[in-house]
């Protein structure tokens, strides 16, 4: 809480509260079908947002003709601005171990398979991959003619290749999810340094359930890179999600 002000103090058990009671009333939970490879994604593209996680959408629908460009904008080399993720965030991903990516020799220069390789089953739901496909069975790796860093995302968008070249896409788009509530949650305790074991298994440790992360125990160590490329004044080892 070092350099903390007391309007901050103030806010963060705000935070706490308001979460604890999405939490505590249990009209919402994570969506969770048993399938890692799949649940995260089908959050940002099914039609009707999924109830269960989805607490606030703007939603889109083909029937009323109601549609965005969520697929014309990360596929298109001219009406798209080639927005990409940087390495420094894609770093951040665990392996699916649960063990730290960036703790392992040599991380910063593995190739792309390589680096891509048993992470954090979010990561392949959030960009491209080597294997990712369309709907009609087309391989379609990251194209540098729509990305700038090769990290091309995929998030958004649907895996229909038709609506590439025009703003037609009709899945809802989620703005305030439920694993949101958990995550403000833990951070609000841990920027308060009241962040404990019993607060992570009833919110990080069931986002890492989810996405099928083998290991989601407490850390007992800060994550070194975390601290040195965004948080250099935070030492809780649980001080990621």
Known sequence: MAGTSPTAVTWLNEAI?????????????????????????????????ISDEVMLAMVYNNSLQKFHDANYWFTSPTYGARMSL??????????????RFTDQ???ATLTFPDETLNRDRRLEQTIRLGAYTRSDGTVAPPDFNYTYT?????????????????????????????????????????????FANVDWIKT??????????????????????????????????????
Do not use: C, H, W
Not at 86 to 99: E, V
Not at 152 to 176: E, F, H, R, V
Not at 215 to 234: C, E, H, I, M, R
């Open 17 to 49: 509260s308001a979460a604890s009671a999405v939490m505590d009333g249990g009209k919402y939970k994570l969506y969770n079908t048993g399938n890692p490879d799949r649940d995260y994604r089908a959050l940002f593209t099914t039609e009707s947002p």
């Open 86 to 99: 940087r390495k420094t965030f894609i770093n951040t991903y665990l392996n699916a171990d649960g063990s």
């Open 105 to 107: 020799a040599g991380y």
């Open 150 to 194: 090769g990290y091309q995302i995929k998030k958004y968008t649907l895996d229909d290749k038709t609506l590439d070249a025009t703003p037609k896409n009709y899945n809802s788009i989620p703005i305030i999810r439920y694993a949101e509530v958990l995550l403000n949650y833990a951070e609000a305790k841990a920027e308060l340094g009241l």
């Open 204 to 241: 990080i440790q069931l986002l890492r359930t989810r996405a099928g992360i083998a290991n989601s125990s407490y850390p007992t160590t800060a994550d070194s890179y975390l601290q040195t490329k965004y948080f250099p004044d935070v030492s809780d080892p649980g001080y990621r999600s």
